[in-house]
């Protein structure tokens, strides 16, 4: 698969980051106390029908929903279900846009009500720790670099980077190359190219870093079982700097 985007790709996949965007806003604005996960799945597809794309996760690799739906110790891909938020959760929102053909792939962590002053700071955190691996993107750096930046940034702050999933190239596919995990070493790893289109997604856990299977299959969730956050932007890289594809 080739990693270089044209001009004309960027701007298809941008007109998408919106759409996705848009999508999002609107469902994390629904994550209130006594929602079920389920109706907010249903509620992302009908969204991104409406504005004439796909929904890019259902049906890939036997996902059989619209929206990842991640609630507390669940890291990602967690299953939309009739389980009630209630306040004081927190829950990762995940979803992909297939737009003419390409796709865009975006995730925030919201609160549900009032939370504790912990969750807010984990929340804060990894939404910071996007901010920085995002201000590092530009072509001739590395992913180590970008690892690297987000890593220490986590850790100073007390808290656990998830080893096992990464970020990642995109495109026509969800997934393609270069694979860009939220830890590394400077200098380090594939060297990031001007048109190379890509998606930074720390996960972030309160507790131990490691990972469990969650009983659905698809899921991930924290073998201690602390609470995750995950947030993602699809992004554009540029000579100069990076281009957020998935902004209002």
Known sequence: ????????????????????ASVLSQIEKMAKP??????????????????????????????????????NEEIVHGFPSEKILKEGDIIGLD?????????????????V???????????????????????????????????????????DQGLGVVRDLCGHGIGKEVHEEPRIPNFGSRHKGEVLKEGMVICLEPMVTMGDWH???AKDGYGYETKDGSLSAHFEHTMAVTKNGVRVLTEL
């Open 1 to 20: 698969m080739n990693q270089i985007k044209s001009e004309e790709e960027i701007k298809i996949m941008a007109e998408g980051g919106k759409i996705l």
């Open 95 to 111: 979803l992909g846009v297939l737009y003419k053909g390409y796709n865009t792939d975006m995730a925030v962590t919201v609160p």
């Open 211 to 213: 990972l469990k299977k």
């Open 113 to 155: 009500g009032n939370i504790s002053f912990e969750a807010k700071r984990l929340i804060m955190v990894t939404k910071k720790a996007l901010k920085r691996g995002i201000k590092k993107v530009r072509h001739g750096v590395t992913v180590g670099d970008i690892g690297n930046t987000i890593q220490r940034y986590i850790e």
């Open 34 to 71: 006594g929602i079920t996960t389920i109706e907010l799945d249903r509620a992302a597809e009908a969204l991104i029908l409406k504005h004439g794309a796909l929904p890019a996760f259902k049906g890939y690799e036997g996902f059989p929903y619209s929206l990842c739906a991640s609630v």
